[in-house]
Every structure is written in structure tokens, then in C-alpha cells.
């Protein structure tokens, strides 16, 4: 993501996301739905669009089908937060993506594993998820970025 657009755009939204989602549990649609067209439009130039948009609606249905199968564990903003990142990762190509969607998954249970050896939550206990899943997308683009 050689100085580009799309690139500094995501890191502004993204820093702004997790410590929205950290302080309040919300991931909010004021910033989460214009993002979309807001990414489309900077990642035309790249010519990388369509495995980009693909790769958005794949990592946001995989969020949308663990959202369906346990939604007290994950947020839609958990699920529309993955789109963006799939989208995003998705014009650096499928391993950017793939690492994202799992090291986001990983970075969320590593956390909640160490609450639970320090003895400050239960299995039960929730915690906001978008930090995680954009700490992931940042490994996804730092591993696999041609820079």
C-alpha cells in the first residue's frame, strides 16, 4: 500500500473505530457504512477493485455466519467491520485476507485467555471484538505488504 489513499484512509478510520469500540461497545454506522464507498472509490485506481470487493463480501459473510450462529458473541458491527477489512486486504490479494479474517480471531482469543489466567473474567465474560479484528488487519498488512 505504497502511499496511497486507501491506505491512510484505513489507518484514520480504523484508529478511530477501535477506541470507539473500546470506550463505548459500538462499532458505529456513521463511520462503518460510508467507509465502503469511500474505500471502492480510493481502490479503483489500483486496478485491484474486483478481488477486492469479492474478498469484502467473503470475509463479511463469514462474520455474518458466525454472527447467525452465536450473535451474543459477536456484534453486526463486528460483521460489517469484517467487510471493510476484506475489502481493504482483498486488493493485496487472498493470503492478506485469509491472515486478517485468522489473526484477528487469534489476537481476540489470546486476550480472552489472558483475562482468564489472571483471574479477571470467566468463560463468559465479552469484550469488545473490532480492536481485535483491526489488529489483525494490520498484521495482514504488515505480513503482506510489497511496500
Not at 73 to 101: N, R
Request: charged content about 10%; proline content about 5%.
Amino acid at each position: 500500500m505504497r502511499g496511497c489513499a486507501h491506505g491512510s484512509y484505513a489507518v484514520v478510520a480504523g484508529a478511530a473505530l477501535a477506541e470507539i469500540d473500546r470506550r463505548t461497545w459500538r462499532l458505529p454506522d456513521a463511520i462503518t457504512l460510508p467507509s465502503y464507498p469511500i474505500l471502492v472509490v480510493l481502490l479503483a485506481p489500483s486496478g485491484r477493485l474486483l478481488p477486492a470487493m469479492a474478498s469484502g463480501c467473503a470475509l463479511g459473510a463469514v462474520y455474518a455466519v458466525l454472527w447467525f450462529i452465536r450473535p451474543a458473541g459477536l456484534g453486526l458491527g463486528d460483521v460489517k467491520l469484517a467487510g471493510l477489512i476484506g475489502l481493504l486486504t482483498g486488493a493485496l490479494g487472498t493470503q492478506a485476507v485469509i491472515v486478517a479474517g485468522m489473526a484477528g480471531q487469534v489476537l481476540g482469543a489470546l486476550y480472552a485467555v489472558g483475562l482468564l489466567l489472571a483471574r479477571r473474567a470467566t468463560r463468559t465474560t465479552e469484550f469488545p471484538f473490532g480492536p481485535f479484528l483491526l489488529a489483525g488487519a494490520l498484521v495482514a498488512l504488515c505480513l503482506t505488504n510489497r511496500a
